[in-house]
């Protein structure tokens, strides 16, 4: 429990329900504020050391020791609340379903120093708890299928290791990753990946990544946008079990 939080709350004489009202958030989000781990969004963290009279250092002190990189920690704070999360990737393994030394291939020639490079590994991996815990959010994750056959500069080993971690992952209750398969040609696809992120209170937001910096979408008619794309991709993809097949068969080309 965040007894931090909880001391200030009685101090200032506020509850869940008043903080809610004051927040402009459902009483049940927070509730869950109290909870290891849930940390409120950055605009909502200022307003409630506000209204009870602290710093939000003294409230959330692990927000100012958090390893993910500045631009990163908005998107991490929602991802961290959503109840369900729609992402797609080209190019990639999906970042919650990656293994470390995946992740760790997917810096390589960046401008980033050795402890950089670790921290943003680590802040990738630690984000995967979210699969693991009692209510995870439901992901469903769309990949092409040349993702499961891109060699990491070689390293068949890690290919292996991260295509048998990706039918670990489909095994989760709360996972599906589909495939769309090469002999689709062209698709909505081809415009690059994206995430969009669904909050207990039904307000949906976005994450697209560029080669020069991410970029938060949360405007209705952008987000909107990008459902739709989501479903001309989904409509493209093999079913979960025709899916898993392949990943299956993916991963015994790499041995």
């Known amino acids: 429990m965040n007894h931090l939080l909880q001391v200030a709350m009685a101090e200032a004489g506020e509850t869940a329900e008043s903080l809610a009202a004051q927040t402009g958030v459902d009483p049940k989000t927070a509730a869950r504020w109290i909870s290891p781990g849930r940390v409120p969004q950055p605009r909502r963290r200022a307003k409630l050391a506000t209204i009870l009279g602290r710093d939000v250092a003294d409230l959330w002190p692990d927000v100012l020791k958090r390893r993910e990189p500045q631009w990163l920690r908005e998107w991490v704070d929602w991802e961290r609340e959503a109840v369900a999360i729609r992402w797609f990737e ?114 949906q937001v976005a994450h697209i990544d560029s080669q020069v910096r991410a970029q938060i979408v949360n405007g209705a008619a952008d987000v909107a946008t990008l459902n739709r794309r989501w479903e001309r991709i989904r409509s493209e993809a093999l079913s979960r079990q025709q899916s898993l097949d392949l990943i299956r068969k993916a991963a015994g080309s790499w041995t």
């Open 90 to 203: 080209h190019a990639w393994v999906p970042g919650l379903l990656q293994t470390e030394a995946y992740a760790r291939a997917t810096l390589t020639g960046e401008a980033l120093t050795m402890g950089e490079v670790d921290d943003v590994v680590a802040s990738r991996i630690d984000r995967q708890a979210i699969l693991r815990r009692e209510r995870p959010p439901l992901l469903t994750a769309v990949v092409h299928e040349l993702v499961l056959y891109q060699s990491a500069y070689g390293d068949r080993s890690l290919m292996r290791e991260q295509v048998a971690h990706l039918v670990d992952c489909a095994a989760l209750p709360a996972v599906q990753v589909l495939v769309v398969p090469q002999n689709v040609g062209m698709y909505p696809g081809l415009g690059g990946g994206f995430i969009v992120a669904e909050l207990p209170d039904g307000e």
